[in-house]
């Protein structure tokens, strides 16, 4: 049972462009009932900009939390928060948004949230959100828009997933490009409509931003990303998502007579033109209306309802087209591994033949800016590697593991480094094709082999890999067989080559 001093298991995980609105969240988590004693992971998914962490440093100096930052590269929220999560070595990851204030028993309440979900065996626990509104005057449209965080299902502003299932299902699907729909997505994915995600007892509150006159009609940008939640999840997405569709059929029939009125005024058809624009003037009309009725009605509000409710028909179909195009061949999302291991002769370093002597590894060429990507990417890294010269006398296992210790100097830390010093002729199940050492760095890591690569330069190590239910890449040498290349499912030029297939989602 958790104690009031025993430590969470979870790594919070907080995507941010910098906002002001970060610093405000990082002194709350400072100053919990509980003390934070868990990794706080910052992804800065600026795609420039001065360094996160001096900044949290200067404005927030003391705080006693263990921080990290980590680069995304402005790819957008869906893969700021999936490299958060790689980068995650704890059983669950706890997401908060950089513009929400969590009360200061949330640590204490998702302690007990967690116990229930691992008691429940549920893949998350979703955090109670509150939007605070102004109690002097009605809300208005952007502020009620915001108010529908509190009841909407499975938000990251406020949810923990447990990490080996996120991992199961290759994360946040990076084809959302906003903070919209990526986390009802994810939540479909993992069985969320199923009950399991349970409701939580946390509170964190939802400030409502600032926002200019046309930040309504931006959001229409979403309409496409509908589409392609109904290429993966089906025609009934929003039932299960408990995301209901909105005003969007009445917004193609304004936009329709929108778009026949100037056809009709064009090709001198007065009749079929005053028709069409008083069609499009009712639906425009009636739309704004239902934005101003329940808001403070000042001129400044009207004036904004006004502008944009005739400019959102407009977008929306054409948003929700574009989304019909762009995601109707759309297939599930596989995201990155969450494990690769390396083969360490021929593959990382040239292969001296049962090489004893650290001042003889080379690496070779680009290996470390390969490693390094995938490092940054979160991706955890090993080696696997036959050494019978152990069982010939050759070398000793002391100068094997001095040898493995120099490639990780050139080449960077590796999570798991696995040797099998037997001979061709021992039988045991750890020399490679056998997947026994596949399997041993995925049950240390915790890691599905389904969701593990192994790269090497002979069939061995592609046989392994199958095996142990992992993906082979083959890195042919001049030493690697020509019929073993023409088996091989995969294979790449080189070890970077490898390395761009697997970013790029081929693997």
Same mark, same amino acid.
């Given at each position: 049972?958790?104690g009031?001093?025993?430590?969470t298991?979870?790594?919070?995980?907080v995507?941010?462009?910098?906002?002001?609105?970060?610093?405000?969240l990082?002194q709350r988590?400072s100053?919990?009932?509980?003390?934070?004693?868990?990794?706080?992971?910052?992804?800065?998914?600026?795609r420039?900009?001065p360094?996160?962490? $001096?900044?949290v440093?200067?404005?927030?100096?003391?705080? $006693?939390?263990? !921080?990290?930052?980590?680069?995304?590269?402005?790819?957008?929220p869906?893969?700021?928060?999936?490299?958060?999560?790689r980068?995650?070595r704890?059983?669950?990851?706890?997401f908060?948004?950089?513009?929400v204030?969590p009360?200061?028993?949330?640590?204490?309440?998702?302690?007990?949230?967690?116990?229930?979900?691992?008691?429940?065996?549920?893949?998350?626990?979703?955090?109670?959100i509150?939007?605070?509104?102004?109690t002097?005057r009605?809300?208005?449209d952007?502020?009620?828009?915001?108010a529908? !965080?509190?009841?909407a299902?499975?938000?990251?502003?406020?949810?923990?997933y447990?990490?080996?299932?996120l991992?199961?299902?290759?994360?946040?699907?990076?084809?959302f490009p906003?903070?919209f729909?990526?986390d009802?997505d994810?939540?479909?994915?993992?069985?969320?409509?199923?009950?399991?995600v349970?409701d /939580?007892?946390?509170?964190?509150?939802?400030p409502v931003?600032p926002?200019?006159?046309?930040?309504?009609?931006?959001q229409?940008?979403?309409?496409?990303d509908d589409y392609l939640?109904?290429?993966v999840?089906g025609p009934d997405?929003? #039932?299960r &998502?408990e995301?209901?569709l909105?005003?969007?059929?009445?917004?193609?029939?304004?936009?329709a007579?929108?778009?026949?009125?100037?056809?009709a005024?064009?090709?001198?058809?007065?009749r079929?033109?005053?028709?069409?624009?008083?069609?499009w &003037?009712v639906?425009?009309a009636?739309f704004?209306?239902a934005?101003i009725?329940?808001?403070?009605r000042?001129?400044?509000e009207?004036?904004?309802?006004?502008?944009t409710?005739?400019?959102?028909?407009?977008?929306?179909?054409?948003?929700?087209?574009?989304?019909?195009?762009?995601?109707?061949?759309?297939?599930?999302?596989r995201?990155?591994?969450? !494990?690769?291991?390396l083969?360490?002769d021929?593959?990382?370093?040239?292969?001296?033949?049962?090489? $004893?002597?650290?001042?003889l590894?080379r690496?070779?060429?680009?290996?470390?800016?390969?490693?390094?990507?995938?490092?940054a990417?979160?991706?955890?890294?090993?080696v696997v590697?036959n050494?019978?010269?152990?069982?010939r006398g050759?070398?000793?296992?002391e100068?094997?593991?001095? #040898?493995?210790?120099r490639?990780?100097e050139l080449?960077?830390?590796?999570?798991?480094?696995?040797l099998?010093?037997?001979?061709?002729d021992?039988?045991?199940?750890?020399?490679?094709?056998a997947p026994?050492?596949?399997?041993?760095a995925c049950?240390?890591?915790?890691v599905?082999?389904?969701?593990?690569?192994?790269? $090497?330069?002979?069939?061995a190590?592609?046989?392994?890999?199958?095996?142990?239910g992992?993906?082979?890449v083959?890195?042919?040498?001049?030493?690697?067989?020509?019929?073993?290349v023409?088996?091989?499912a995969?294979v790449?030029?080189s070890?970077?080559?490898?390395v761009?297939?697997?970013v /790029?989602?081929?693997?």
């Amino acid at each position: 049972m958790t104690g009031r001093h025993a430590r969470t298991d979870t790594t919070v995980v907080v995507p941010t462009v910098g906002r002001p609105s970060l610093l405000v969240l990082l002194q709350r988590l400072s100053e919990q009932t509980v003390p934070l004693d868990v990794p706080v992971v910052l992804v800065d998914d600026r795609r420039e900009g001065p360094d996160l962490a $001096g900044l949290v440093r200067r404005g927030l100096p003391g705080h $006693g939390l263990d !921080l990290r930052v980590v680069r995304a590269g402005g790819g957008g929220p869906a893969r700021a928060r999936n490299i958060g999560w790689r980068h995650a070595r704890t059983t669950w990851v706890s997401f908060l948004d950089d513009d929400v204030l969590p009360e200061r028993d949330w640590h204490e309440h998702l302690r007990v949230d967690l116990e229930l979900a691992d008691a429940r065996e549920a893949v998350g626990s979703e955090g109670r959100i509150r939007v605070p509104l102004p109690t002097d005057r009605r809300p208005t449209d952007w502020e009620r828009g915001t108010a529908g !965080l509190e009841t909407a299902r499975w938000i990251t502003a406020d949810l923990t997933y447990r990490r080996r299932d996120l991992a199961a299902v290759g994360g946040f699907d990076e084809r959302f490009p906003r903070a919209f729909r990526e986390d009802a997505d994810l939540a479909l994915r993992l069985g969320a409509d199923r009950g399991r995600v349970l409701d /939580g007892s946390r509170l964190t509150v939802h400030p409502v931003r600032p926002a200019d006159d046309l930040a309504s009609l931006r959001q229409q940008a979403g309409n496409a990303d509908d589409y392609l939640m109904r290429a993966v999840h089906g025609p009934d997405w929003h #039932v299960r &998502a408990e995301a209901p569709l909105g005003r969007r059929p009445r917004h193609v029939a304004i936009a329709a007579a929108g778009v026949a009125a100037i056809g009709a005024l064009l090709g001198g058809r007065r009749r079929t033109a005053v028709a069409a624009v008083a069609a499009w &003037a009712v639906g425009t009309a009636d739309f704004a209306w239902a934005r101003i009725a329940p808001g403070p009605r000042d001129a400044a509000e009207v004036r904004r309802m006004l502008l944009t409710s005739a400019a959102i028909p407009f977008a929306a179909t054409w948003h929700s087209a574009r989304g019909i195009v762009r995601h109707r061949h759309a297939g599930p999302w596989r995201g990155l591994p969450d !494990l690769v291991l390396l083969d360490r002769d021929g593959t990382l370093v040239h292969d001296v033949p049962y090489n $004893g002597d650290p001042a003889l590894v080379r690496p070779v060429d680009g290996a470390r800016e390969a490693l390094d990507r995938l490092r940054a990417l979160g991706v955890r890294l090993g080696v696997v590697t036959n050494q019978s010269g152990i069982a010939r006398g050759l070398v000793t296992r002391e100068q094997v593991e001095a #040898v493995n210790a120099r490639v990780a100097e050139l080449l960077g830390p590796f999570e798991v480094v696995l040797l099998c010093p037997h001979g061709p002729d021992d039988g045991c199940g750890c020399r490679k094709p056998a997947p026994g050492m596949v399997k041993q760095a995925c049950a240390e890591l915790d890691v599905d082999p389904a969701r593990t690569v192994l790269v $090497g330069d002979i069939e061995a190590d592609v046989q392994a890999a199958e095996a142990a239910g992992a993906v082979g890449v083959l890195v042919p040498t001049p030493v690697t067989r020509a019929e073993e290349v023409a088996r091989a499912a995969r294979v790449e030029r080189s070890l970077p080559a490898a390395v761009d297939a697997i970013v /790029g989602g081929r693997w």
